[in-house]
């Protein structure tokens, strides 16, 4: 039996907010290596390049800070592994680049894997699909009993576009905020830039990255989930660290505070 590629760190009962981290591992199980066509440098670069590092500190240090602890969800395996904030199918762009659910290039573009139809079937049912369906099962939970849900996505990106990016063309600040027509009201974006703009010298919206996690089964159909993805340049993260988990631990409590009663 694989085991769980995640982790759930309970939150209060009341809470209405789930962290989301989930591209801060370089766990590669021993089977999945198997099938990695890199030698063990080259695997360790390609971890440097595609890890966000340390987002689960920052995610964990604002369930701390939070005065309502927030759930917390975490991939305990690479990226490298599957991708869980990929759609599984032909909506994935990134499948245009190799590197969609199931990544078969690398962040330079050269060749990660080979998978066959069968290989690429195995890795979603043993890792992508179990790990969709705990992060579907504890918003479904959360929204059942307080009311409403909103998952905040914490990642981190480079200081300097990487290949395999298709809109690396863009701005790139320090804090980039990542929202969705549907599920990003305007009242998210403004806490959270209330939240960070006194921790960063620039913040934007949407470059080098947009969009923002939410489970498939409430996708463009729930509007009680809300999401917002906060994307932390890696320099930032490394520099500042204790500061960002201290802003996303206030924005938690903004997002609380804001919650009808």
């Not at 078969?104 to 890792?127: F, K, N, Q």
């Not at 209330?194 to 969009?211: K, Q, R, T, W, Y």
Request: proline share 8%.
């Amino acid at each position: 039996m694989t085991p769980l590629s995640f982790e759930v760190v309970p939150g209060d009962a009341a809470s209405t907010v789930v962290l989301h981290v989930p591209h801060s591992s370089r766990t590669v199980p021993p089977d999945v290596r198997r099938g990695i066509l890199l030698d063990d440098a080259a695997l360790e670069r390609e971890l440097d390049a595609i890890t966000d590092a340390r987002t689960d500190e920052i995610a964990l240090g604002a369930a701390e800070a939070a005065v309502v602890r927030p759930w917390v969800f975490v991939n305990r395996l690479s990226r490298l592994v599957v991708d869980p904030e990929r759609f599984p199918d032909e909506r994935e762009e990134m499948s245009e680049v190799g590197m969609g659910a199931v990544y078969e290039r690398t962040t330079g573009l050269e060749v990660l894997r080979r998978p066959t139809d069968g290989e690429r079937a195995s890795l979603l049912a043993a890792y992508f699909e179990p790990y969709a369906d705990a992060l579907a099962r504890l918003v479904r939970e959360r929204l059942a009993a307080v009311g409403r849900v909103t998952v905040l996505d914490v990642h981190s990106y480079a200081r300097d576009a990487l290949p395999y990016e298709r809109h690396g063309d863009g701005p790139r600040p320090e804090v980039c905020l990542g929202t969705d027509a549907f599920h990003t009201p305007p009242s998210l974006v403004a806490a959270a830039r209330a939240c960070f703009e006194p921790h960063v010298d620039d913040l934007g919206l949407d470059s080098p990255f947009a969009g923002c996690y939410v489970p498939l089964e409430h996708y463009g159909v729930e509007p009680a989930v809300t999401g917002l993805m906060l994307e932390l340049r890696r320099d930032v993260v490394a520099a500042r660290l204790d500061r960002l988990a201290s802003a996303t631990g206030a924005l938690v409590d903004r997002v609380e505070d804001d919650r009808p009663r």
